[in-house]
């Protein structure tokens, strides 16, 4: 790849050109090279001349600029091969800090990472908040101790990703349609994370955090097109199409709790209004309302309904068959309108032994096509190891002044529902589904919140 000239649109006077300044040039190609050096590790001058077509001279004084900055170091030299040894480079991890949080109804998760990925700390809690606010705030005593433990402060976070349930109200610029958070959609809520955590924060959809993280750590690391959907106290979907993350012209792609789709003894028309028809008929609560109108007594959950199935209780195995159909019936939706090469299933609900299995045969029986079907290996941490991966690609547009590799911040996303796994995703960020939470971002931002595991 040799060296080109750049052009630009000249300002004064459209649909004019003129050559690219050489201090844009240089900015580009020091911008390519920590791509590089950020994608694949190490790397020598001669591997990132080779890399990205510039000339070893040019590659030299890039690297010195972008060392001088701070962003890298030298890595040590590689050994082993005939003639000189090589210098290495390598992100440097202090060069920026990215904090990802998870809050749920039950939890509030999070972690904090270096620039390089490796993740310092992590922490749970369980929330013993009754309001948005005092949600607010337990977000940022656990966002303090992260970094107490990390030795840092919060003004050391270079880009924090909240993940929740709900949707980014640019009107009233508040979080919406937040569910089984009561009070998280006031206005003073947003405001109040802006003063703990920066005006750069972003909130992201659960179920989308949830998405990123399976793209980054988990199956759909091996294909381009993969939905992740996330049945458990609510139901959402996260979908990636070409290794991006789809969300829609308002935000709200992947809101499935809304279809009009309903199915099994578990439903309630009052509950369908709050959290939309499909949500009412196939989160955990619905098993749990199916399982004891169908005789179970007791201290019942949507574990112990698929536990009790797989011991051989009739009652309990109606239940389940009835959810897994329904589930199978959104889940053939989804591979009519958007085709994808891979469905993971994520949530209580869709973790549970034996279900993925069951919605595969009945899947089989209805769809055109069938995808493979596989049930998500992450555990609670996946809406935070998401947050944390859109969080390090708006950290690198903020330290090198180039795009971020994902949507910039936007809102969040889902009806009530808490998310995949652990405890609830939603969004807040620029871009359709994220926005950056100053009420000047580039349009609504939203999620889909509405999908964790009973334990969120």
Not at 52 to 76: D, N
Not at 104 to 122: S, T
Not at 383 to 406: E, I, K, M, R, Y
Request: proline share 6%; aromatic share 4%; glycine share 14%.
């Amino acid at each position: 790849m040799a060296e080109v000239a750049v052009t630009v649109m000249s300002a004064g006077m459209p649909g004019a050109m003129s050559a690219a300044r050489p201090q844009l040039i240089r900015a580009l190609n020091e911008q390519l090279l920590l791509g590089h050096i950020r994608d694949r590790g190490p790397c020598s001058r001669a591997d990132l001349a080779r890399l990205s077509g510039l000339s070893k001279p040019t590659v030299s004084l890039a690297l010195a600029t972008v060392e001088q900055a701070g962003l890298i170091r030298e890595a040590g030299q590689r050994i082993g091969r005939p003639g000189r040894s090589a210098l290495l480079y390598e992100i440097r991890p202090e060069a920026g800090f990215v904090l990802g949080l998870d809050v749920g109804a039950q939890y509030v998760r999070g972690a904090l990472a270096d620039l390089a990925g490796e993740v310092r700390v992590r922490s749970s809690a369980r929330s013993h908040a009754s309001g948005g606010r005092s949600r607010a705030e337990e977000l940022a005593s656990l966002g303090g101790e992260l970094c107490a433990k990390a030795g840092l402060t919060l003004s050391d976070v270079t880009q924090t990703v909240i993940g929740s349930p709900g949707i980014y109200d640019a009107r009233r610029n508040a979080m919406a349609l937040t569910g089984g958070l009561p009070g998280w959609d006031r206005p003073a809520v947003l405001t109040r994370l802006r003063q703990v955590f920066g005006q750069a924060l972003v909130v992201e959809n659960d179920v989308d955090a949830a998405a990123l993280a399976e793209r980054a750590h988990g199956h759909g690391r091996e294909v381009d097109s993969f939905a992740f959907v996330s049945v458990g106290t609510g139901i959402g979907m996260g979908l990636v199409i070409g290794g991006q993350l789809f969300r829609g012209a308002h935000g709200v792609a992947g809101e499935i709790a809304y279809m009009p789709m309903t199915g099994g003894h578990g439903t309630d028309p009052a509950d369908a209004r709050k959290r939309g028809a499909l949500e009412a008929s196939a989160s955990a609560p619905a098993v749990v309302r199916a399982a004891r109108r169908a005789g179970m007594r007791g201290q019942v959950s949507a574990r112990r309904v698929f536990t009790a199935a797989a011991h051989g209780d009739e009652r309990a195995a109606v239940v389940v068959a009835e959810e897994a159909a329904l589930v199978a019936r959104v889940l053939c939706a989804v591979v009519t309108v958007v085709d994808p090469e891979l469905i993971v299933l994520g949530g209580g609900v869709g973790q549970a032994p034996g279900f993925a299995a069951a919605v595969t045969a009945e899947l089989r029986s209805i769809a055109p096509v069938m995808p493979e079907v596989r049930v998500s290996a992450l555990g609670t941490d996946a809406v935070v190891d998401g947050c944390l991966a859109s969080g390090a690609d708006l950290a690198w547009a903020q330290l090198t002044g180039g795009p971020a590799a994902s949507p910039a911040p936007a809102g969040a996303d889902g009806p009530g529902a808490d998310g995949p796994g652990a405890d609830g995703p939603g969004a807040a960020g620029p871009g359709p589904d994220q926005a950056h939470l100053t009420g000047t971002g580039p349009g609504p931002a939203w999620g889909v919140a509405a999908d964790s595991t009973e334990a969120r």
